[in-house]
């Protein structure tokens, strides 16, 4: 069996637990540069806010008091979801993160009886530990746990915890879920799946196995065959990414090259940083840069370029070198720049990075190796970088962003911690 716990409206719901001003209220949380919506509170949800909606058009809600808006704090999020994640983790022999806010727990060789109560017992220690409330869907498969989950949301008379344990609950279950709100299939396949008649996930389920093959092949059959109670995504530990982009859309447009190139600085020493975290290396550093598609008036650019490295690397010197040496073949005098990011790709293990017989030198390789492990220690886990190298735009990664409404980094930094009169 598996149980997937779900964190409820969860970056509303990090918001209020710092601030409970906000319990009962209408609440969105919106995108970088305060864009669009995010996340949504169950109040904002019956509003009739939808999620993607511009700021631009709620704005009027704001002003008049009737919707409170916060902005991203990822690192406020990232905490509490690893305080989430850890309790998760005392609790079963082995959890799966499948999200920031989403987990798997594997309740190999646990009886059924003993099952709700274990769930119930989770809901409220999170709840009371960290102030996240969650829903806890279990079922034999988790495409079938993830459909539960979605019901133990919906329903306050499941208290957070929903079971499809036998076959007429899957049945039921499956009855009154929408096609495309079923893992595997979403948005985009409703439609074609509709004019098939094919509008609930029982629908689906009831067809032909040969009908699955034939129109949606490997993929389609997995789900479909774990609608029907046989596992197909098996419990698996998180696989290495193929990988890691960096980016982010600035605040306002930008033209001067230095400035550009100190966020893609920058960019890149975060990504080297991600591959030093997970234990990997890579072999190709890709710069890119966006204008604003929006401004059809502006003169529109959206250049890249990749350098390969002699051997696959996650110290930040190689990984910054080779980002600004692809920056400086793409950058052009008069445009007017609106986004720029950094990937890191052809990731292999840390472990065996393959080096050339020709051209390569150990002793440079160890003595970055060394110092970017002394920059992590120093720099901990934070975002501010504390040592940096001198391409890079000095001290806390602020005013890449628009960020008006954001709160307080309550939980990871000294002079923020909330304050009590």
Known sequence: MYALVDCNNFFVSCERVFRPGLEGKAVVVLSNNDGCVVARSNESKAMGIRMGTPYYQIRGLVEKGRLEVCSSNFELYRDMSARVMSILADTVPKIEIYSIDEAYLVLEGMPVHNIRPVCESVAAKTRKWTGIPVSIGVAGTKTLAKIASHFAKRYRGYRGVCMIDNEQRRVKALSMTPIGDVWGIGRRLAPKLNEAGVFTALDYASRPEAWIRENYMLHGLRTWMELRGTVCVEAETEAARKSICTSRSFASMLEDSEEISAKVSDFAAQCARKLREEGTAASEVTAFLYTNRFRNDLDQYFPSATVRLDAAANNTQEIVSAALSAFRTIFRQGYKYKKAGVIVSNIVPSDAIQ??????????????????????????????????????????????????????????????LIEIR
Do not use: W
């Open 355 to 416: 080096a050339p017989l020709f051209g390569f030198d150990p002793q440079l390789r160890d003595k970055n190796d060394r110092i970017s492990r002394i920059m992590d220690q120093v720099n901990g886990r934070g975002d501010a970088s504390l040592l940096c190298l001198a391409s890079q735009k000095k001290g806390p990664h602020e005013g890449y962003v628009r960020r008006e409404h954001c709160s307080r980094r309550y939980s990871t930094s000294f002079d923020e």
